[in-house]
């Protein structure tokens, strides 16, 4: 039986196998389209954008890792703790690599529905975040650096 | 000839990220096909059923505080989803699972959200977004 088993994992791996290298290029080949820097630009003209930010978190490629430090810099310099929670939900929640497995496991439909819904999540979490994080001590306004340096 | 030699490196760039992703993600990707040939072989339908199918609310919520427990790497979950999906599990169950299992992330991932926001922000944003992927399950659970 675990010969039986180990053969159907196998066959079913190499059945992915191609939308898994296809997801993994697309990943790639998205992110030099959408840099870090250029994720930099859009995210520093959405100082209080949740909507903005949602948008681009959903199309942001990759790890979320790497763009934490660049949130806390931006932070820093006048973006919303709201925007960053929305940034941070729908670039988790979808992205481009996730397209391809999800098609190829649960169709269409189901995808789109995922995206729709993922980018309400971030909108709502944007929002809520904005609403109750006064009141547990978040400073979640965005304060301009010119305005924190008075 | 510059810009032929810069799209040279680029395409060099993604063969090289690529297939060191590959390295991370096949690895993962093939354990978990494993373990959902494992839920075919021992994990009887009417279980699947009568936990993930039955009633689709409390399913959902028990998807979604599954996939933020469980250490199930990225991409990893499907293979698993659609195994339970097979067996019974609704479609909105499956929703919860794989948008629960981002809610909490890679430990470097958390960490560094945790001591860059704050534990409080870290707090609000989980449970918020936990609240909202349970709202989003069952509408798809309405809708499909």
């Known amino acids: 039986m675990i010969m039986e088993m180990l053969y159907i994992a196998v066959m079913r791996f190499l059945y992915s196998v191609p939308i898994l290298v296809v997801a993994i290029f697309s990943a790639h080949l998205i992110s030099t389209f959408i840099s870090r820097e250029r994720v930099e630009s859009f995210l520093r003209k959405t100082e209080r954008n949740i909507l903005g930010a949602s948008l681009i978190g959903l199309v942001t490629p990759g790890p979320l890792a790497p763009y934490l430090p660049l949130l806390r810099v931006l932070k820093k310099r006048g973006l919303s703790l709201s925007v960053v929670a929305a940034f941070i939900t729908s670039q988790t929640l979808v992205g481009p690599m996730r397209a391809f497995l999800e098609v190829d496991f649960f169709g269409v439909p189901f995808f789109a529905l995922r995206v729709v819904i993922s980018f309400l999540t971030a909108l709502g979490v944007g929002a809520f975040y904005h609403a109750f994080g006064n009141h547990i001590g978040l400073d979640v306004s965005a304060t301009s650096k010119e305005e924190e340096d008075k | ?144």
């Open chain 2, 1 to 144: 000839m510059v810009e032929k030699s810069r799209a040279v490196r680029k395409a060099k760039e993604i063969c090289k990220n690529s297939i060191r992703d590959m390295r991370t993600i096949f690895p993962a990707f093939f354990v978990a096909t494993l373990i959902s040939v494992m839920l075919d072989f021992f994990i009887p339908e009417e279980l699947v059923y009568a936990v993930l199918g039955e009633n689709p609310v409390l399913s959902i919520v028990l998807a979604t505080v599954l996939g933020i427990i469980l250490p199930i790497p990225r991409y990893a979950t499907y293979p698993i989803a659609l195994s339970l999906l097979q067996k019974g599990a609704t479609i909105g169950t499956i929703f919860a699972l794989i948008s629960g299992e981002v809610i909490i992330g890679s430990p470097d991932r958390d960490v560094m959200e945790f001591s860059y926001f704050g534990w409080k922000s870290f707090v609000l944003r989980g449970t918020l977004c936990t609240i909202f992927v349970i709202i989003g399950s069952l509408i798809v659970e309405a809708i499909l």
